[in-house]
Nanobody
Framework: AHLVETGGGLVQPGGSLTLSCTAS????????MSWYRQAPGKGRELVAA????????TYTNSVKGRFTISRDNAKKTVYLQMNSLQPEDTAVYYC??????????WGQGTQVTVSS
């Protein structure tokens, strides 16, 4: 099974990016999908999560109102729309699929850098 993130890059403060994470090798629609991030020198934190096969998403307080997680089960892809980006959002962003007894999968990460 694989998760592949794309869409990271360098953006100025106040800018936007959309991350994508495409799955293969497992039944995507049955997995809770989430985005985590890890800033330099810090632990990995949960940013947003969306239930399987769909439902109300949850967010960490620091991104509420700025980030939106969504999923397209037909495309086996989860997205993270990030608006009003700030330097403190700089991190490596990872997607995770959580399948309960089926196990968990992680992507390789994509770098997001917010800087002028």
């Amino acid at each position: 099974a694989h998760l592949v993130e794309t869409g990271g890059g360098l953006v100025q403060p106040g800018g936007s990016l959309t991350l994508s994470c495409t799955a293969s090798g497992f039944t995507f629609s049955t997995y809770v999908m989430s985005w985590y991030r890890q800033a330099p020198g810090k632990g990995r934190e949960l940013v947003a999560a969306i239930p399987a096969p769909a439902g109300i998403a949850t967010y960490t307080n620091s991104v509420k109102g700025r980030f939106t997680i969504s999923r397209d089960n037909a495309k086996k892809t989860v997205y993270l729309q990030m608006n009003s980006l700030q330097p403190e959002d700089t991190a490596v962003y990872y997607c995770k699929g959580s399948g309960g007894i089926q196990g968990d999968y992680w992507g390789q990460g994509t770098q997001v850098t917010v800087s002028s």
